[in-house]
């Protein structure tokens, strides 16, 4: 039996340790052996343990590169070997349990192939992998990000979407020798009436914009206003609302959302930031928040809007910005220790990191002593102790519980 395990203040994502138990006859654990993350001079947070049709241990970590990739246990000698090299990612933080970015194909003398989705700047890609060989090669799929992969006989199901899809599982079938699609078809859509929508569907721009920090840049995926119906002003720069997702440590994916298209279709900019401390770009682009929460989004999520302004691609007088759960922190945070925004709205956000702290459940409880820090840094980064430096207008949405 393989799992993963880790010790507070660390999130799995941050730093944890890969077993492996034996049982006795008794069906008890009388042996176990730990095969990544026992080094204390190595940071790496494994994830995604799996056993081949050949009693091989998989598992993805970011040891090396910084990246989540694919690695394989040798139980005989007790080795640790990479399968494939790539700046990439082939995992994420694992939020929700039973994610599947990989997987075996079959089970016979050809199982030594792997299906994996890995996301490489802004974009997922499936690929093929002959772990004996370590030969890779892409597959070309309709989709811009994909979650999950199982595989059936010859065939792989992927859960994905892309920026006029919606989340939707395909089954790909492949040929004889496993190595190229033969067909693709969609068997579950969220909206399978979409299409009709299709022509007011704004188009993101995958973009990196610099940070306060010389020469460092941030990620994002602009949207610019569109409508097949309507032509804008040429002598006008649309309004802007920058989206800032939660987490924190999540990812904008540049996917079909229709609550951007509302803003798209109605003469509006939308940029959905990744800001520092996001996942999809590596260990050290999601290290960038810690202890540093309400200071790096903010940090970013003004840089990129500034951006925007002075590459022409909106108007700098009207700014705004939104979020939800820790984005809506982000937002309540830009709104009142910057003076970058003329408005924004917070949908379930926080206002009060002690608050929060108090009342994390087990999961999480340590999740944000990590992101802030000290008792003084809870104070001066929570909105709440701080309204009257809010200078424009802000709608809240608050509920009875964050979902």
Not at 168 to 181: N, P
Not at 218 to 224: D, R
Not at 362 to 373: P, Q, S
């Amino acid at each position: 039996m393989a799992w993963i395990e880790w010790s507070d203040p660390n999130m799995s994502w941050d730093k944890a340790q890969l077993w492996v138990g034996y049982f006795s006859s008794k069906g008890e654990v009388e042996k176990r052996i730990c095969i990544a993350g026992g080094d204390p001079t190595i940071v790496e947070s494994p994830t995604e343990p799996k056993w081949s049709s050949k009693g091989e241990l998989f598992f993805i970590t970011d040891r090396q590169s910084g990246f989540w990739n694919i690695y394989k246990w040798d139980e005989q000698s007790n080795v640790v070997v990479q399968v494939y090299s790539l700046d990439a990612e082939f995992s994420k933080p694992m939020w929700v349990y039973g994610v599947s970015s990989y997987a075996f194909l079959g089970n016979d003398d050809q199982s030594q192939k792997i299906v994996c989705c890995y996301r490489q700047n802004g974009k997922s890609y499936v690929g093929l992998l002959d772990h004996d060989s370590g030969s890779f090669s892409k597959i070309d799929l309709p989709f811009s990000a994909v979650t999950n992969i199982v595989s059936a006989d010859g065939s792989f199901y992927v859960e994905g979407a892309s920026a006029s899809l919606p989340v939707s599982i395909a089954k790909v079938t492949l040929d004889e020798k496993r190595t190229m699609a033969t067909d693709f078809s969609i068997v579950w859509s969220s909206s399978e009436d979409i299409k009709k929508y299709t022509p007011y569907f704004s188009l993101p721009e995958f973009m990196e914009f610099p940070t306060v920090i010389p020469g460092q840049h941030a990620y994002a995926y602009f949207y610019p206003p569109y409508n097949h119906t309507f032509q804008g002003s040429s002598d006008e720069k649309p309004p802007l609302l920058v989206g800032t997702h939660g987490g924190p440590t999540d990812e904008a994916r540049g996917i079909l959302d229709l609550s951007v298209q509302y803003w798209t279709s109605r003469g509006w900019a939308f940029v959905d930031v990744n800001y520092g401390g996001s996942a999809g770009y590596g260990r050290e682009y999601r290290e960038r928040l810690l202890g540093q929460w309400g200071v790096v989004d903010v940090n970013d999520c003004c840089s990129c809007a500034t951006f925007l302004v002075a590459t022409g691609r909106v108007d700098a007088q009207r700014l705004c910005v939104t979020g939800e759960s820790a984005g809506g922190f982000t937002t309540l945070a830009c709104l009142a220790f910057r003076q970058t925004f003329k408005a924004g709205s917070s949908l379930y956000g926080i206002a009060d990191l002690a608050s929060l702290r108090a009342g994390m459940h087990k999961f999480e409880a340590y999740y944000i002593d990590n992101l802030v820090g000290n008792k003084q840094a809870y104070f001066e980064r929570s909105p709440i102790n701080f309204v009257e430096r809010f200078t424009c207008p802000v709608i809240l949405f608050q509920g009875l519980d964050d979902p």
